[in-house]
């Protein structure tokens, strides 16, 4: 097994590093679950998971059982691990890995995150807030170097916190209800080391729903939302599109429908270190269901956005972070796909952000169903797995581009609509 630091270097090898919490300093008790995708299409992944608590305290876990060439695996409860652990994990393999971590509270509120394939020595927290509306954020900064380092965390309100001799694999808190933001406060924050030691970031909103979203480690001038939807069962989107740069700029947004809509643009003023809200109202009350895309940002700032999926009648809500088409590939895998799963089922949005048109295929583990469709750039793949796959179907998917210069990006949903609580689960597939 190798180190965690080869990953960068040897592609072959997987480290996927999974910031995770137990409790909060709001007596919300949060509990995970991990699952595991072998990217390999030969060998079979042998894996250890090593669980560290906020002391820095290890606890390994090796599975005794390697996950087949192509298959998943769940792991919940997390293993080797006790009731009120508090912490992170790294997962190293022989072969290259992706996954995503599900967050369930004791209230019943679900959210998911996908997992690290390496950190960044900056981290970009672009929505932050402290009894907004009843919500409040706390996020996680795991050390994934190898020697400790110092956190410095600077608020968009001036607020400076910091965090001394954090260990190698190690996660800190910082809890927004407990600092010193005003009431209502909504704003961002920008992490960083003292030595350039990579870190990684997860965020949680905990209000009425739980949302969760990644840090970013840079801003992109033109991002793409693969999945936006309005007044589709109660379900609308909501885009933070916040300025990272230095001067205001006006951006535009370009929607475009997969299964239900027509084109629809949008375009807002936004200020340096502050956030744009798009898609909230502009279909008015008509249906879309598809994707979203910066066309034009006239200063050229780096851009981020947090994407909130909310159904405020059923009370479920889920977000993801929108994605630099400069990492896009030709290959996105999602770690969890489920039909009929006690109540949960899952669906999908690929979505085209080339240049050129492109073909996407889609195949899901331990199933013969393929879907496919001809995507124009822009343009996403909408695939529902309910009643499409077996009852109780638990496994993953891997989408496929071919023709054009196959650049595609995607995100899950994992939904149960016979709950009554929060049960809408949204993360962004692996790019591979």
Same mark, same amino acid.
């Not at 998943?72 to 992170?88: A, E, H, K």
């Not at 879907?371 to 695939?383: H, I």
């Given at each position: 097994m190798k180190a965690a630091r080869v990953l960068i270097a040897v592609a072959l090898l997987a480290v996927v590093a999974l910031p995770m919490q137990g409790a909060s300093a709001q007596a919300t008790t949060y509990s995970s679950c991990v699952q595991l995708v072998n990217l390999d299409a030969v060998n079979a992944a042998t894996v250890v998971l090593t669980f560290y608590d906020q002391s820095g305290t290890s606890t390994p876990y090796s599975d005794p059982n390697p996950i087949p060439?192509?298959?998943?695996?769940? =792991?919940?409860?997390?293993?080797?691990?006790?009731? &009120?652990?508090? &912490?992170?994990?790294?997962?190293?393999?022989?072969?290259?890995?992706?996954?995503?971590t599900n967050v369930y509270t004791s209230g019943g509120n679900y959210a998911s995150y996908t997992g690290f394939q390496a950190g960044g020595t900056e981290a970009l927290v672009p929505l932050l807030m402290k009894n907004n509306y009843g919500y409040s954020t706390w996020f996680n900064v795991q050390n994934t170097g190898t020697v400790s380092t110092t956190l410095t965390v600077t608020y968009s309100d001036g607020i400076v916190a910091t965090y001394a001799n954090l260990p190698a694999g190690t996660a800190h808190t910082f809890d927004q209800s407990t600092e010193a933001h005003a009431n209502g406060w909504v704003g961002s924050a920008t992490v960083t080391t003292s030595n350039g030691t990579p870190i990684a970031v997860s965020a949680i909103e905990n209000g009425p729903t739980l949302f969760s979203y990644n840090g970013f480690g840079a801003g992109s001038t033109a991002p793409v939302m693969p999945l936006v939807q309005a007044n589709n069962f109660g379900y609308f989107t909501g885009i933070s599109l916040f300025n990272n740069g230095t001067v205001t700029t006006t951006a535009t947004i370009v929607y475009t429908p997969s299964t239900a809509g027509s084109v629809t643009t949008e375009t807002h003023d936004i200020a340096p270190g502050q956030i744009g809200l798009y898609a909230l109202s502009v279909f008015g009350t008509n249906t879309f269901v598809g994707s979203g895309k910066v066309t034009e940002n006239t200063a050229d700032q780096p851009l981020t956005a947090v994407v909130n999926q909310l159904n405020t009648a059923a009370v479920k809500g889920g977000s993801y972070g929108a994605f630099d088409p400069s990492a896009a590939t030709a290959t996105v895998v999602f770690p969890l796909i489920m039909d009929r799963n006690y109540g949960f089922f899952t669906g999908f949005n690929v979505q085209n952000v080339g240049t050129q048109s492109?073909?996407?295929?889609?195949?899901?583990?331990?199933?013969?169903?393929?879907?496919?469709?001809?995507?124009?750039?822009?343009?996403?793949?909408?695939?529902?797995?309910?009643?499409?796959?077996?009852?109780? =179907?638990?496994?993953?998917?891997?989408?496929?581009?071919? &023709?054009?210069?196959q650049k595609i990006v995607g995100v899950a949903n994992e939904l149960n609509l016979g709950s009554a609580v929060d049960s809408l689960l949204v993360y962004e597939g692996t790019n591979h």
């Open positions: 060439a192509g298959q998943s695996r769940t =792991y919940c409860p997390l293993p080797g691990i006790s009731n &009120g652990f508090n &912490g992170s994990a790294v997962v190293s393999s022989n072969t290259q890995l992706a996954a995503i492109t073909t996407v295929t889609c195949a899901f583990t331990n199933s013969t169903r393929t879907v496919s469709a001809t995507l124009a750039p822009g343009e996403a793949l909408n695939d529902v797995q309910l009643n499409q796959l077996s009852s109780g =179907y638990v496994g993953a998917a891997t989408c496929t581009a071919s &023709g054009g210069d």
